[in-house]
């Protein structure tokens, strides 16, 4: 089974171009399949019936798996078994029959516009650390730059000159990318008091360097976006996408239109970018509920 999960691998990297956030979530699932396949007394994918996934699914349940994680690895497992499929190293697919469980629809959580300002001026700007990271805050606010795409950037993406960046998001898609006069400015500053300091005796093009001159990971720039948060005195969970998330949520309530935000964040469908309108009429809602004199929440006439 394991020859299998890295002939699998092989193919993604080679033939599908996926990210390498993807990568790590396919890979973590479909071992996480195969191990409970091997307990359960199974030593091929071949030998998986309908049945079995029906176990899988009722086993993930009972371990307390939220039903958006359940969903992945189905997603996972799907392209996992096409790709056996069509090398005809399975007969059937077992899953061609199985739903993904409803998702629960949730609004994407941002920050305030005060909240962010908080957390734009938290990095200490006199060490080529702090300008490194509040370069990288400044540009995932300022372009809603996945954090994969980020840690991607290297010095010939950049033009200063056009505040613009060149990215390749999911699927290998090319896109340009607008940065305003803040952001531009704080690379700048990276790109020129920072960055050389950062840089060891390599070449690298990457933008974004470690203590070490090699290129930045995504787990570090998560840590970034946590470190800062809790310095800035934000209380919530904070995670990567939040930036992304904060990003459309302020075009929108500023007045961009539902298609250009779509092209900025690399959407393929619209409909990804159509939940964001809902964030900002949830707002919208909540401000007229607690400021209209005349409504059930308000604080009533004088």
Same mark, same amino acid.
């Given at each position: ?9 092989? @193919? ?6 996926? !990210?390498?956030? &993807? ?24 030998? +998986? ?10 086993? *993930? @349940? /009972? %371990? ?14 799907? !392209? ?10 399975? /007969? ?13 629809? $949730?609004?994407? &959580? ?20 702090? *300008? ?9 606010? %300022? ?25 390749? #998001? ?5 896109? +340009? ?13 990276? *790109?020129?008091? %920072? ?7 390599? /070449?690298?093009?990457? +933008? ?42 302020? *075009?929108? /309530? ?6 250009? +935000? ?15 309108? @809902? ?6 809602? $909540? ?10 929440? #308000?604080?009533?006439?004088?």
């Amino acid at each position: 089974m394991e020859e299998l999960l890295q002939k699998y691998i092989k @193919h993604l990297e080679l033939e599908r171009n996926i !990210s390498r956030y &993807t990568m790590r979530n396919y890979t973590n699932d479909i071992k996480g399949f195969l191990a409970y396949l091997s307990d359960i007394g199974i030593d091929s994918p071949a030998k +998986v019936k309908r049945s079995t996934m029906r176990r899988y699914l009722g086993w *993930l @349940h /009972d %371990a307390g798996t939220s039903r958006g994680s359940i969903s992945r690895k189905l997603s996972a497992l799907r !392209s996992f078994y096409r790709y056996l499929l069509r090398e005809k190293l399975i /007969d059937s697919e077992p899953l061609s029959t199985l739903s993904s469980p409803k998702q629960a629809k $949730r609004l994407p &959580t941002f920050l305030t516009h005060g909240e962010m300002a908080k957390l734009l001026v938290a990095p200490d700007s006199s060490t080529p650390q702090g *300008l490194r990271d509040r370069a990288v805050l400044e540009l995932l606010y %300022a372009t809603g730059l996945r954090v994969s795409e980020i840690v991607s950037l290297d010095l010939k993406d950049i033009d200063l000159g056009s505040r613009q960046l060149r990215v390749w #998001g999911k699927g290998a898609k090319e896109r +340009v990318v607008l940065m305003g006069k803040p952001a531009a400015e704080a690379l700048q500053l990276y *790109l020129k008091n %920072a960055r050389p300091k950062l840089q060891s005796q390599t /070449d690298t093009q990457a +933008v974004f360097l470690n203590r070490f001159g090699e290129r930045v990971v995504e787990r570090r720039i998560q840590h970034i976006i946590k470190k800062y948060a809790k310095k800035a005195g934000i209380d919530m969970r904070i995670f990567p996408h939040i930036m992304r998330h904060t990003f459309a949520t302020h *075009l929108l /309530d500023g007045g961009a239109d539902l298609r250009s +935000v779509q092209d900025l964040m690399g959407h393929a469908r619209l409909s990804s970018t159509q939940v964001y309108t @809902h964030v900002t009429q949830s707002q919208i809602r $909540r401000k007229y509920l607690a400021a209209h004199p005349r409504s059930s929440t #308000g604080k009533g006439e004088e």
